[in-house]
């Protein structure tokens, strides 16, 4: 049973169209629903901030070392533990 | 010691195309594994370790893998498995406890959702950059791993339910609840550097 209070199916529309879970023909319901309706857009507008956050701030390791990479290739050259 | 035999079994040109294969389609996602690695393990020499590992294991199967299919799912499907087959049995970490034991879930898919968290847009000016990786860290295992398998990654809710080996209520679920715990955790902090939210308290309603 889904929530009534309207808020509450805004975010669980926005999270599904963010998280590409609708299809095309939600996908431009949400689109529309995001030009009429200044508190939807509010909503999509501030989970995607929240969304890019995210991606801004995980720890993403820089490229992984040469190293690593022999180490993976000598490993496999050697046909060690295999 | 037992050996795989398909290893062994298959000849010199059979062996080169492996070669190819694990290195055109298999080792271009070694960053991102090293990330995914990192975020399950938060030590780099750990990380590390688990992304070789994984590597050996892959090759070790690579009969298995289905050229052009999606090798990066693949890959992380093997690395969240050693991880936990290896690291979380070695490792002398206190006992891992899913979130989900301790509030008595159920893999039920929406009716496990509560309310979202409604975050202000003003809140975003009080965000620091350490302070929002330290939070995003300080989640449960559990919640680091869907947030950075759909938020950062971009893989599907299928995708991440086959790498993770859960129902999609249960990713749907986890999401929900990390995104939740994470907007909570940064409404705490903003608070703490001078944000007050002066909307007047929503009404929760109940199902």
């Keep these: 049973m889904r929530n009534p209070d309207p808020i509450h199916e805004y975010h669980r529309m926005v999270n599904m169209f963010l998280d590409q879970q609708l299809n095309d023909e939600e996908n431009r319901q949400v689109l529309h629903q995001a030009q009429e309706n200044p508190e939807f857009q509010r909503v999509l507008r501030t989970e995607q901030n929240f969304r890019d956050l995210i991606k801004?701030?995980?720890v993403q390791r820089p490229q992984a070392s040469?190293?690593?990479l022999e180490n993976i290739r000598s490993r496999i050259s050697n046909k060690e533990n295999l | 010691m037992t050996k795989f035999p398909h290893f062994y079994d298959v000849n010199e040109e059979q062996r080169k195309?492996?070669?190819q294969v694990f290195e055109k389609e298999l080792l271009p996602h070694i960053n991102a594994l090293s990330t995914f690695a990192f975020h399950l393990t938060l030590n780099e020499d750990d990380a590390d370790d688990l992304v070789q590992e994984t590597y050996m294991k892959a090759y070790r199967f690579i009969d298995k893998y289905l050229e052009g299919t999606n090798a990066k799912a693949w890959l992380f499907k093997i690395l969240k498995n050693a991880y936990i087959n290896e690291y979380r049995r070695k490792s002398k970490a206190p006992a891992h406890v899913d979130y989900e034991d301790i509030i008595g879930y159920q893999d039920n898919e929406d009716s496990?959702?509560?309310?979202?968290?409604?975050?202000?847009?003003e809140l975003f000016n009080h965000m620091m950059g350490?302070?929002?990786?330290n939070a995003i860290n300080s989640l449960p295992v559990d919640f680091r791993t869907v947030l950075l398998l759909c938020d950062v990654e971009g893989f599907t809710y299928e995708e991440i339910a086959k790498i993770l080996d859960v129902p999609i209520g249960t990713v749907?679920?986890?999401l929900f609840r990390a995104r939740n715990e994470l907007k909570d955790k940064l409404k705490a902090y903003a608070v703490t550097m001078g944000f007050t939210d002066k909307r007047k308290p929503r009404v929760r309603r109940t199902e």
């Design chain 1, 56 to 58: 801004k701030n995980v």
């Design chain 1, 66 to 68: 040469s190293r690593i």
């Design chain 2, 17 to 19: 195309h492996f070669d």
């Design chain 2, 112 to 121: 496990a959702i509560g309310e979202f968290t409604d975050l202000r847009e």
């Design chain 2, 130 to 133: 350490d302070e929002v990786t």
């Design chain 2, 172 to 174: 749907r679920s986890r």
